[in-house]
Nanobody, 122 residues
Framework: QVQLVESGGGLVQAGGSLRLSCAAS????????MGWYRQAPGKQRESVAA???????TYADSVKGRFTISRDNAKNTVSLQMNSLKPEDTAVYYCNAEIRTTVLPLAVMDYWGQGTQVTVSS
């Protein structure tokens, strides 16, 4: 069994910063891609940032230059540093990981965190 646990959300004023963290635990053989998604009220879930096992990163255009994704492969963690936050960044943020378990190491499965609320006030 695998779990993703997020932390670091909260309320911040526009222009401020927050750092989200996500730790994967359980029967993990290896982790391929990891990333962060967000879902604002009344909107579809969207990809914010992603990072490969080798450290390659991609970002949504709306967060480029403001957000930075990083990971620690030894600790099975992924983080999202969010700077210059805007009210439109308000959403529930979800951690995602593509994980091979020790039970089925040849199969890559998607796992999700429970979500953490980020609210940016104007």
């Amino acid at each position: 069994q695998v779990q993703l646990v997020e932390s670091g959300g909260g309320l911040v004023q526009a222009g401020g910063s927050l750092r989200l963290s996500c730790a994967a635990s359980g029967s993990i053989f290896s982790i391929d891609g990891m990333g962060w998604y967000r879902q604002a009220p009344g909107k579809q879930r969207e990809s914010v940032a992603a990072i490969t096992s080798g450290g390659g990163t991609t970002y949504a255009d709306s967060v480029k230059g403001r957000f930075t994704i990083s990971r620690d492969n030894a600790k099975n963690t992924v983080s999202l540093q969010m700077n210059s936050l805007k009210p439109e960044d308000t959403a529930v943020y979800y951690c995602n990981a593509e994980i091979r378990t020790t039970v089925l190491p040849l199969a890559v499965m998607d796992y999700w965190g429970q979500g953490t609320q980020v609210t940016v006030s104007s």
